[in-house]
């Protein structure tokens, strides 16, 4: 039985935070992990193997199926869902998106994670509590040229997770976790359009370390 440890069903376990959260969560001894990923680099792939964790793969562009978490729930009394998966592309003006690259980003960004967390939320029973932790961004609360659709998602989910939290059982915090030195924070600064006039602005910030904010989270949270 499980009843000592707490479930963590993590999305976007490969890279960035999330990557930084799983690899302090999997050593954690009163936490379990559930991932929810479009991939696993080699070595999630070894220690799936070993059993050190669950996996669940998913595409996060397409609608999922209904996940059986019936089989990952059972014996936890506290569940912990992390919203970690989100795309910041397409970095563009509106005019210039191509429709599969807005449907994209709806799916990923809002689409399949309140999908997935819709059928966890059917699947808890009566004595399991849900605390979930949506990674926000400043972006949800500033207009940024050339991300409306980013900016627009965390807005979205900021309020959403806000009117979950009036709900019987569940428990919402939405986290910022500053401006991160990850693959995405690359991707901001690479871009010289001269249609953007914010690039020079991130250049010249200072980058914060996914595992020093994943500590925090994990230390305040879980």
Known sequence: MNQNKKLVILTGINRGLGMALFDLIIYRKNLSVLGITRTLNQRQEDLLERKYFDCYLHDFTKEPDTIPFDEFLNGYVEIIFINNAFTIEPIDLYQNISRKKLMDSISINILSPLTILNNLVKSLRDEQSLKIINISSGAARKPIKGWSLYCSSKSFNEMFYKCLDLEDNIETHSIDPGV????????????STEDF????????????SPNDVAKLIVNDYL
């Open 180 to 191: 991160l030195n990850t693959k995405m924070q690359a991707q901001i600064r690479s871009n």
């Open 197 to 208: 006039d914010w690039v020079d602005h991130f250049k010249s910030l200072e980058l914060k």
